[in-house]
Each structure stands twice: as C-alpha cells, then as structure tokens.
Nanobody
C-alpha cells in the first residue's frame, strides 16, 4: 500500500510555470510506475504524463508535449510534473497515480491501470 500526496498547485498567469510534487509514503516507491492525470470541471479525468519505474521511459498527452516534464526521485519517494508555458486550458485538478510493475520500462496511460491515487491539487491558469 502506498499513499500519495500532491502539492505545488496554485494560480498562475498564462505563459507561466508551476512544478507539482507527489510525495509517496507507506512503502518504498521503487517498482512503481507513476502518472499524472487532470480533471477539469464537467470533464472526465484525463491522462497527462506517465513515467516508468526506471525513469527511462516517459509518455505525454499531445496537449502537453513539449511543455510538461515528468520526473521522479526514488531516493525521495517523490514524483514531479514541471509545467511550462501554461495555458488557460491547463486549468484542472491534477492527480498523481501509481501502480506496481514487474518491468522497469513499463508505463501506463489509462486511469484504470493505476491502483493508488492522490487527493489532487488545483492548478488555475488565468488569461
């Protein structure tokens, strides 16, 4: 069992940057693939970025490719989402997620692939 807590959300102007953090506790974060998802009001939770256990494989939604970067520090049991060139359409509650894996290179992009979720952090981008 692992518990996830996101932080780093807030209000930023369009074109600005934020870095979200997701701290894991309960078990070592090693052998967990991780991902970030977001949910805007009235919309379903959607995929943003994914990262393998090894950190060697990443995958991004087309809407954030080139602007967002997912990374992890296994020694700190923390996952990050660096968000640059933010747009008003990036406004949403952002969630981190994790699941156990047996392959160091595996990553996942669907909500039902993940067993563990954080409570979410609000990101608001003003125009």
């Amino acid at each position: 069992q692992v518990q996830l807590v996101e932080s780093g959300g807030g209000l930023v102007q369009a074109g600005g940057s934020l870095r979200l953090s997701c701290a894991a506790s309960g078990r070592t974060f090693i052998s967990y693939a991780v991902g970030w998802f977001r949910q805007a009001p009235g919309k379903e939770r959607g995929f943003v970025a994914a990262l393998s256990w090894s950190g060697g494989n990443t995958y991004y939604a087309d809407s954030v490719k080139g602007r967002f970067t997912i990374s992890r520090d296994n020694a700190k049991n923390t996952v990050y989402l660096q968000m640059n060139s933010l747009k008003p359409e990036d406004t949403a509650v952002y969630y981190c997620a994790a699941r156990t894996v047996y392959s160091a290179s595996a990553y996942y992009t669907r909500t039902y692939d993940y067993a563990y979720w954080g409570q979410g952090t609000q990101v608001t981008v003003s125009s």
